[in-house]
């Protein structure tokens, strides 16, 4: 990967609102795109993936979409709760580098 | 708990101390990172190791020197640091790059908060 731009970079929604967090790149070799949540006091976790031969995946709650032509893929988490509050970071890799990271989203729900 | 174990979780030094972060992973990966994680930063790759050879080495300054005696252990070396050294250092693990699909997902530790005075 080369460079991945994150937007916003803070983002405040009430209980049951939706949210949507923006990734862009650049590196059009990208085939692998993670989104990893960070909660206060812990390390970035996993939450969902996709790669370049699909255009959406769900669990649950959350999605993520992905545009190759236009280079940029997305975060939706529907019905918001306050456990969702937190910092998520975007990452891609081309699958043979190592995982280039957005600057990260601080989330937060108000109840 | 993760299964990626730092330690110590906090570390206050000055410029002139040696110290070392310690990681240690039981998941069976045999790929191993440091990362740098400042306020609105990206997190910032400093080494992999992948099957206890360095991989990747993003021009971090040479008070920064890490060791990898096998594929469960990680160390970060700290000795001279500068006050823009005092970050949060995660350590991560993986299955080895380019090894499959599962070589990019990433197990990280909860940190070292360090702070340099």
């Known amino acids: 990967g080369e460079n991945v731009e994150q937007h916003p970079s803070t983002l405040s929604v009430q209980e049951g609102d939706s949210a949507v967090i923006k990734c862009t790149y650049s590196?059009?070799?990208?085939?692998?795109f993670p989104w990893y949540k960070q909660e206060l006091g812990k390390g970035p976790q996993l939450i969902i993936d996709?790669?370049?031969?699909?255009g959406e995946k769900k669990d649950q709650r959350i999605a993520v979409t992905l545009n190759k032509t236009a280079k940029h893929f997305s975060l939706h988490i529907t019905e918001t709760q306050p456990e969702d509050s937190a910092v998520y970071f975007c990452?891609?890799?081309?699958?043979?580098?190592?995982?280039?990271f957005g600057k990260g989203t601080m989330l937060l729900v108000s109840p | 708990e993760t299964g990626v174990t730092q330690t110590p979780r906090h570390l206050v030094m000055g410029m002139t101390n040696k110290k070392s972060l310690k990681c240690e992973q039981h998941?069976?990966?045999?790929?191993m990172y440091w990362y740098k994680q400042s306020a609105k930063k990206p997190l910032e790759l400093m080494f992999v190791?992948?099957?206890?050879?360095?991989?990747e080495n993003n021009s971090v300054p040479s008070r920064f020197s890490p060791e990898c005696p096998n594929s469960s252990h990680l160390f970060l070396h700290l000795h001279t640091l500068q006050p823009e050294d005092s970050a949060l250092y995660l350590c991560?693990?993986?299955?080895?790059?380019?090894?499959?699909?599962?070589?990019?997902?990433?197990?990280f530790g909860v940190g070292s908060m360090l702070t340099v005075l």
């Open positions: 190791y992948s099957l206890e050879e360095r991989v």
């Open positions: 996709i790669r370049s031969n699909v």
């Open positions: 590196d059009s070799a990208s085939n692998y």
């Open positions: 991560a693990s993986s299955h080895s790059p380019g090894l499959g699909s599962g070589a990019n997902v990433l197990t």
């Open positions: 998941l069976g990966h045999n790929a």
């Open positions: 990452a891609e890799n081309s699958g043979y580098s190592t995982l280039t």
